[in-house]
């Protein structure tokens, strides 16, 4: 009887096209973050996102539900088809760019294939990832950060390396910034941040890793 009911509440919301109640649930940091997998029809339409889409630059504290931190990790370099390629294309489909996530207690890693973000740095970094204010208390700073060595032995120049690195990030933060104006978030491309601390909070080698971009995600 309760699953009935349950059955024709659903039905009659679909056919009043009343708003289905989103689930919000809290982030908890911890070594992983399990994402969740965002649903195939949510937000606004595509078009409706790209004339909504404009940076922004003022962001109150509040943080993202795990639901739309997942869409954001998702929209920037999801899995979305079987044979594991992303939702964003990269040159040569090799992939140099990982999204860094940094959250107000520490900064992750984003794992495509596993959905989930692992720590890689503990404490508030979000300062480093940015040389303006408004993004230190955002509630999301991504960093799109490129492995060079991915590159090695295809006789192509640093220069060159970096200018497509450069062309991927784009991609990457061009879907984030879809994806928030599509699901009633603020985002923000950036292109400076504390470069050399950045690299060092993290433990990357200077010489391999290279920062190309920056984005701030937020309400
Ligand atoms: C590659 C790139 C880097 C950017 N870097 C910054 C930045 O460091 N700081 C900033 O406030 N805006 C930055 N922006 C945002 C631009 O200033 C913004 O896109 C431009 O003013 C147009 O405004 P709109 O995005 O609202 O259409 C950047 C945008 C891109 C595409």
């Known amino acids: ?32 973050i399990v994402l969740v997998t965002p649903p195939a029809k949510d937000g606004l339409t595509v078009n409706e996102a790209l004339s909504l889409r404009a940076s922004s630059r ?26 594991g390629k992303l939702t964003a294309p990269s040159a040569l489909a090799l992939y140099p760019v990982k999204v860094y996530a940094f959250l107000a207690e ?3 890693l984003y794992d495509s294939a596993a959905h989930k973000l692992v720590r890689v740095a503990e404490g508030d970094l979000r300062a480093l990832t940015a040389r303006q204010p408004f993004a230190e208390k955002a509630a999301l700073n991504l ?11 295809r006789n192509t120049s640093a220069e060159h390396v970096k200018f497509l690195c450069g062309q991927d ?4 933060a061009e879907n984030v910034n879809i994806y928030a ?18 690299l060092a909070a993290l433990g990357l080698d200077p010489e391999r890793y290279v920062f190309v971009l920056a984005q701030t995600v937020g309400k």
Do not use: Q
Not at 16 to 22: E, G, I, N, Q, T
């Open 143 to 153: 960093a799109y950060i490129a492995d060079t060595k991915v590159y090695e032995g």
């Open 106 to 108: 520490g900064a992750y």
């Open 181 to 198: 104006a599509g699901h009633g978030l603020k985002a923000i491309t950036r292109g400076s941040a504390r470069d050399a601390d950045l």
């Open 58 to 83: 003022e962001y109150s504290a509040e943080p993202l539900s795990l639901e739309e931190l997942s869409g954001v990790m998702w929209a920037a370099a999801g899995v979305n088809r079987p044979d």
């Open 1 to 32: 009887m309760k699953g009935l009911i349950l059955m024709l509440a659903v039905v009659l919301a679909v056919a009043c096209d009343a708003p289905v109640k989103k689930s919000s649930t809290p982030v908890v940091e911890g070594s992983e």
């Open 169 to 172: 990030a784009a991609g990457y």
